[in-house]
């Protein structure tokens, strides 16, 4: 995956999620990518899910781009700081 379709996704998310934060990690040795968000309340909504389906099946699958999971993280670099 290049950075052009990854910023599409990314995009395609901020629109409906504009706070999240995303990021794409990949896996050298097996060619896997992985699109990691640190929310799990939106990662479990059927509205993310249903964003994500949309995603693989009009961006990712014409292009033949299989190996892309949609994953949550707990990784702190990716918490968003609110102010006091």
């Known amino acids: 995956m290049n950075d052009q379709i990854f910023t599409i996704i990314q995009k395609k998310i901020l629109s409906v999620f504009p706070t999240l934060r995303v990021i794409l990690t990949n896996d ?3 060619g ?3 699109i990691e968000i640190n929310d799990a309340e939106i990662y479990n909504s ?3 899910q249903n964003l994500v389906m949309e995603i693989k099946t009009n961006i990712l699958w014409p292009l ?3 190996q892309t999971f ?3 993280t707990s990784k702190e670099e990716y918490a968003i700081p609110f102010p006091l």
């Open 64 to 66: 033949q781009i299989n």
């Open 46 to 48: 059927i509205e993310y």
């Open 32 to 34: 896997d990518f992985f």
């Open 70 to 72: 949609f994953v949550i």
């Open 28 to 30: 050298a040795s097996d």
